[in-house]
């Protein structure tokens, strides 16, 4: 006999421990994560490389639900964070509702018995609804540069750190000046030889104001829950009113451009390298990034810049854009992650016997960021245009954990009932977005950046996490048909 239960739930990183915890409290049970690793955490599992470390305030960075009095500082670091979450998910005690080494093979949705049939690592279960919660920076862009397999040391990407290579001491060069980049490019200088920088285009970079919260903050935090609530709603607001900066609003814009053109002066006195540290493109335009260290690592003796692209790699010899050449013994490939084709929807097929891939080749499109037509009782967290670069994600995903909650209460008041999003309701929506995002910095402020596929704003959402609620609290259930299910009643529950 196939299993059967209510809600499939794939990925057990921030999205998909989000989603368990919403369900619980709306008293749903009937539920499974399928996590392909042997442990929960997502990107905070995966991301081990020296200096990794959250850029959002880790009183912000967490479930509303489970506040942690003991974050040590304003930025957790990645290991912390990883903790945490390890925490949740014995706190929800999750049980063998957590399947791990349990990887989604193939999802298909079973018109005859109205039910997501899903494939696994594991063997066969049904399930009402498909939750898919596998994170959008998983799978690692491995640029196409010639020679690069040949390359004769140690070669990795920031995502899949190689703690056996020993390469403190050792000639590093670190492609990439992205989130990762600046992170560990300061501790990568504090232990190599050398370290050589290829910098295809710089990032505007503001202080991020590291510190510590020492013991007595910290049992106070423990003691006055209503503090910590306090700080996170504080924090919150101040995201919120990082969202003009970023989306272009002149006044906002100007100012926090100055406060980055300050802090690059205050740290590199050298007039050549500060101009090629200099972005060329709208402030906003790819993610800002927060730093106290960068800029002084780079100007350091430490490291050298080369100001332009990996264009080909002949040995241990790395040929920069700029036609000069680089000795390395290690490289490190800090060049992100494909965003714009999600291997998840690769697995996943609709009821028209499209797959999810086949209906985003023209680039992301849902409603509400969460559900998409030909796909019934499916949500997607993490997905289209949910991302953020003002504010904590975590707060995202929890707006779609409630709108799937709600959907799927509409559901269970039809007896096995089937929601299907509108094609219409999902056109309109796309719509909202490129009319919303027209004049914004990521498709006009002239970079490359990973939230835009071929023209389109597919990954962020070009709003405040406020008017992302508001847009999901307007979403009243009249975007689904909801059918009873074809084959009805209490026999489908016991396959
Ligand atoms: P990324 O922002 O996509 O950066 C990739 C970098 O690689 C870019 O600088 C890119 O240059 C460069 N690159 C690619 N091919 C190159 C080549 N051949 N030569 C030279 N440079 C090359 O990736 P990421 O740094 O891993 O960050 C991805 C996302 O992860 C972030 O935007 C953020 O959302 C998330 N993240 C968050 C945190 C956090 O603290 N919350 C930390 C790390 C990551 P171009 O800019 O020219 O394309």
Not at 63 to 84: C, D, K, M, Q, V
Not at 402 to 413: E, F, M, S
Request: glycine share 10%; charged share 20%; aromatic share 8%.
């Amino acid at each position: 006999m196939t299993e059967h239960i209510e809600v499939a739930i794939v990925g057990a990183g921030f999205a998909g421990l989000g989603m368990a915890i919403a369900l619980r409290r709306a008293g749903r049970q009937s539920f499974v994560i399928l996590e392909r690793a042997a442990s929960v955490g997502g990107t905070w599992r995966d991301n081990t490389y020296p200096g990794v470390a959250c850029d959002v305030p880790s009183h912000l960075y967490g479930f509303a639900t489970h506040p942690n009095p003991e974050w040590s500082g304003l930025y957790a670091t990645g290991a912390e964070i990883h903790r945490y979450l390890e925490r949740v998910a014995d706190t929800e005690d999750l049980g063998d509702r957590l399947r791990l080494r349990t990887a989604l093979l193939a999802a298909r949705w079973d018109a005859a018995a109205s039910r997501w049939h899903l494939d696994t690592g594991s063997g066969a279960l049904t399930a009402d609804a498909l939750v898919l919660a596998c994170g959008r920076l998983t799978e690692p862009s491995i640029p196409e540069i010639p020679g690069l397999e040949g390359f004769t040391g140690p070669i990795f990407h920031s995502a899949r750190w190689d703690h056996s290579a020993d390469i403190a001491g050792s000639r590093v060069a670190v492609i990439g000046t992205g989130a990762s980049a600046v992170q560990l490019l300061p501790r990568l200088a504090e232990t190599a030889a050398h370290v050589t920088l290829f910098q295809r285009t710089p990032a505007w970079i503001v202080p991020r104001g590291e510190r510590g919260y020492d013991a007595a903050e910290r049992e106070r935090f423990a003691a006055h829950p209503e503090e910590l609530a306090a700080l996170r709603a504080a924090l919150y607001v101040e995201g919120e009113a990082r969202y003009a900066s970023r989306s272009g609003d002149a006044a906002a814009s100007a100012g926090a451009r100055e406060v980055a053109l300050a802090h690059l002066a205050n740290q590199v006195p050298d007039p050549a390298l500060r101009a090629a540290l200099s972005p060329d493109y709208v402030f906003g335009c790819k993610r800002v990034l927060l730093s106290d260290d960068f800029y002084p690592a780079v100007a350091s003796p430490a490291v050298t810049l080369e100001p332009s692209a990996l264009v080909a790699v002949d040995g241990d010899r790395l040929v920069a854009a700029s036609g000069t050449r680089h000795t390395a013994d290690a490289l490190v490939l800090a060049t992100g992650f494909v965003s714009q084709r999600q291997p998840y929807a690769e697995l996943v097929t609709g009821e028209r016997g499209q797959t999810l891939a086949e209906h985003w080749s023209g680039g992301m499109t849902s409603f509400a960021s969460t559900v998409v037509s030909d796909f019934p009782n499916m949500f997607v967290l993490d997905g289209p245009n949910a991302s953020l670069g003002h504010n904590s994600s975590v707060l995202m995903l929890e707006e779609q954990a409630a709108y799937t909650v709600r959907a799927l209460a509409q559901r269970a008041a039809t007896p096995g009932g089937v929601l299907r999003v509108h094609p219409d309701a999902e056109a309109d929506y796309t719509a909202e977005i490129a009319r919303a995002a027209r004049t914004t910095p990521w498709l006009t402020g002239g970079c490359r950046n990973w939230y835009v596929d071929r023209g389109r704003l597919t990954l962020l959402w070009p709003g405040t996490v406020d008017a992302f609620r508001a847009r999901l609290a307007r979403a009243d259930g009249s975007e689904f048909t909801t059918t009873p299910a074809r084959t009805g009643g209490e026999d489908r529950r016991s396959a």
